[in-house]
T-cell receptor, first 112, second 114 residues
């Protein structure tokens, strides 16, 4: 059974600092990995999708890497801003069925 | 990406009653899913909504408790039946436009059971 872990559970940084969020998964047989952002009282916003054959994806200040063999992904957010404060979730997609298994999330607070 | 609308956005219900949640997408999508997010927890997949046939449920979820319909490629409903306080959660609909694409989520339905 696939298990996804996100460490740390919470993170507080001053504005301008780079953020590093970690995600690990137990079964390397994944179809893809997706990073989401969840604001309080809101649904999920898709940030980045990394296919299993890819090593990284970039979008603006966001960069996500994937090391499938070691079961790890890292989300980097450069030059953090208070608007980046949210919970960040990673999810892995099973090989069959497009069914996501989520990590517990990392709650991020960026202080002005 | 597809625009997903969920109704209601929130509700407070009495124990023993049932509530149907709607998920409407502004374009045809290949796959639709229903997830549950219990208080302080991450998301857990309830089922895959299959168009024109019975939904595919994950372990721990059954059709009698969470009946799901998907009459076409843009609409699905999830019913939470015979509710108890343990059903208080956020219920989220998600879709995939086509294969190999990101999964997108609605804003969720916040359900509280008294």
């Amino acid at each position: 059974k696939q298990e996804v872990t996100q460490i740390p559970a919470a993170l507080s940084v001053p504005e301008g600092e780079n953020l590093v969020l970690n995600c690990s998964f137990t079964d390397s047989a994944i179809y893809n990995l997706q990073w989401f952002r969840q604001d309080p009282g809101k649904g999920l916003t898709s940030l980045l999708l990394i296919q299993s054959s890819q090593r990284e994806q970039t979008s603006g200040r966001l960069n996500a890497s994937l090391d499938k063999s070691s079961g790890r992904s890292t989300l980097y957010i450069a030059a953090s801003q208070p608007g980046d404060s949210a919970t960040y979730l990673c999810a892995v997609d099973r090989v069959v069925g497009n069914k996501l298994t989520f990590g517990g999330g990392t709650r991020v607070l960026v202080k002005p | 990406s597809a625009v997903i609308s969920q109704k209601p956005s929130r509700d407070i219900c009495q124990r023993g009653t049932s509530l149907t949640i709607q998920c409407q997408v502004d374009s045809q999508v290949t796959m639709m899913f229903w997830y549950r997010q219990q208080p302080g927890q991450s998301l857990t997949l309830i089922a895959t909504a299959n168009q024109g046939s019975e939904a595919t449920y994950e372990s721990g979820f059954v059709i009698d408790k969470f009946p799901i319909s998907r009459p076409n490629l843009t609409f699905s409903t999830l019913t939470v039946s015979n509710m108890s306080p343990e059903d208080s959660s956020i219920y989220l609909c998600s879709v995939i436009d086509r294969g190999n694409q990101p999964q997108h989520f609605g804003d969720g339905t916040r359900l509280s059971i008294l």
